[in-house]
């Protein structure tokens, strides 16, 4: 029996659940494929990433030659910090779509998102000499240029972006961020409300105005915006740990520990994962003359974050006034060390 009769024959055999489709040698089930892309995008767009990840692969498993399910489940493997996954799943794409200038966009955002900078500077402008103009490429450009120290060329960037698109929140948030960050209070709070014109709920924004009016020594509008951040992320944004442990540090310093820590606990609860968090925490409980407890917060601080200054200092401290010599003695040449090296900024 030759060949070209056995085939039909073949096909025959083959499962037909939904519209079972045949290219090449795959077998494409476009009702199951569409039915799980579209939970998987549910999933994503809620937030639940583990479930996206699983229902957009499955999904593409389903029907491979949906190339598009690739970009939105590599959004969601970086979201869950599936980062190498993130970069080989958009990698994967861009061998299907070479000049796709979205997928040039995905794995670039993947390679930011895994602190791979350079390489995610490089696919941006990939992305930029299919779409000069494409707004998510700028911004990534204009994140890497800033975190590889090209503040210029960030700046730059982001005025650009935001002369093609005004109204890009995300823009001018991070060109309110780079102000901030080189002491240009003034044009920093102007973006910030510029974001708040273009997104009245940004949250992100309000927090920031109040590390603004801080830095200006305005603390009641610097505690009125922090609190203004928290009513907003209190039930909606559970993720979102910064005003809270904003609020903490001022409070420290405005002489209120007892309410700082009652911020920094609700910080750490929101991000165990933030050795800030655990610091102010510490920091607090050392304000009200509370050493044991201060000790705990503080040690986790430096567990989190080996190569933090300030919890070790305070650690060392602390150890002192609870007559720990040799722990007090090598904590200290510990914050020596570290202090040796390039200072790190952390907000």
């Known amino acids: 029996m030759s060949p070209l009769r056995v085939l039909p024959f073949a ?49 593409y498993k389903a029907c491979p030659s949906q190339h598009g399910l690739l970009l939105d489940w590599s959004r969601a493997l970086s979201y869950q910090r599936e980062h190498q996954e993130a970069i080989q799943v958009a990698r994967e794409y861009l061998q299907n779509e070479p000049e796709s200038g979205e997928g040039h966009v995905a794995l670039a955002s993947a390679l930011f998102m895994a ?13 930029l000499k299919l779409d000069p103009e494409q707004p998510d490429a700028l911004k990534l450009r204009g994140n890497c240029e800033y975190l590889l120290g090209e503040t210029e060329k960030a700046q730059k960037t982001l005025v650009e972006l935001l002369a093609r698109h005004p109204d890009d929140e995300d823009a001018a948030y991070m060109l ?63 993720e979102y740990d910064w005003p809270y442990a904003n609020l903490a540090n001022l409070l420290i310093d405005n002489g209120d520990a007892k ?18 968090n655990f610091y102010l925490a510490g920091k607090a409980l050392w304000k009200l003359e509370q050493y044991e407890t201060s000790v705990k917060w503080l040690e986790r601080s430096t567990f989190l974050d080996p190569d933090y200054p300030e919890p070790l200092y305070l650690l060392a401290r602390v150890y002192s006034q609870l007559g720990q010599k040799d722990k007090a003695s090598e904590t200290i040449q510990r914050f020596r060390d570290v202090k040796s090296k390039t200072p790190r900024q952390r907000r």
């Open 115 to 127: 602190q791979e900078l350079a390489e995610a500077k490089q696919e941006a402008e990939e992305a």
């Open 259 to 276: 309410q700082a820590f009652s911020a920094a606990l609700k910080a750490s609860q929101r991000n165990a994962h933030s050795a800030r």
């Open 11 to 59: 096909l025959a055999l083959l499962p037909i659940s939904g519209f079972a489709q045949v290219t090449g040698l795959a077998v494409c089930d476009l009702l199951r494929s569409a039915e799980l892309s579209r939970s998987g995008r549910e999933a994503l767009a809620s937030k639940q990433y583990p479930t996206a990840a699983r229902d957009l692969r499955e999904a």
């Open 176 to 238: 309110g961020r780079i102000y901030y960050q080189e002491g240009r209070i003034d044009h920093a709070i102007g973006q910030f409300q510029r974001v708040l014109k273009i997104n009245p709920n940004s949250y992100k924004a309000y927090d920031n105005l109040g590390l603004c009016y801080e830095a200006k020594s305005e603390k009641e509008m610097a505690i009125r915006h922090f609190l203004t951040a928290i009513k907003m992320v209190e039930t909606d944004h559970p």
